[in-house]
């Protein structure tokens, strides 16, 4: 990685961060793939790359309705 390529990698995750604010959770829950991305982010050995993508997962996990059997089920 290049300090190029991370600065692009934490704009990208601030952009989505900023797209998951307003989405409810039934929406949220179509963008499984974001979740995922978003844990293998967290492998990182990159510290501003890694807040950033805790920052997002955090963001997904408090919008997401737990309790809905259709969260559960994917």
Known sequence: HTPESNALLIEILSTLRCLVEPLDSNR????????WATVAILH???????????QLLNQLIER???????VQNI
């Open 44 to 54: 990182t050995d990159y510290e501003e790359l890694y807040c950033q993508a805790l």
């Open 28 to 35: 949220l829950m179509l963008f499984t793939n974001l979740f």
């Open 64 to 70: 997401l309705n737990w309790f809905d059997r259709s």
